[in-house]
């Protein structure tokens, strides 16, 4: 089994910024792909960025650019910087975890979701 925390969430000026942090813990195989997502009111979940199966960072057109995911391993924690946020950015965001699937990670089908953590953008 996998467990996700997330924290750092919170309200923020438009323009502001917020680092958010997901913790994880349980059997390492099984959470080797891991994503953000969020949802607002009324609004579909939307996948916010991933760690592809290289390793590398794949972002929402959305958020690309003012957004930076990254992973501490020591700390089995993901991070998502975000920057210069708007009201748009306004949602409940969620970390998913996942096995890789036929050798990829999956782009929005992961078994292990967190709680979640509010962001709320205000102008």
């Known amino acids: 089994q996998v467990q996700l925390v997330e924290s750092g969430g919170g309200s923020v000026l438009s323009g502001g910024s917020l680092r958010l942090s997901c913790a994880a813990s349980g059997s390492t195989s099984l959470r080797v792909c891991m994503a953000w997502f969020r949802q607002a009111p009324g609004k579909d979940r939307e996948r916010v960025a991933r760690?592809?199966?290289?390793?590398?960072?794949e972002y929402a057109d959305s958020v690309k650019g003012r957004f930076t995911l990254s992973q501490d391993n020591a700390k089995n924690t993901l991070l998502l910087q975000m920057d210069s946020l708007n009201s748009e950015d306004t949602a409940m965001y969620y970390c998913a975890a996942g096995p890789k699937k036929y050798g990829y990670c999956p782009v929005n089908d992961y078994n292990y979701w967190g709680q979640g953590t509010q962001v709320t953008v205000s102008s």
């Open positions: 760690i592809r199966s290289s390793g590398g960072a």
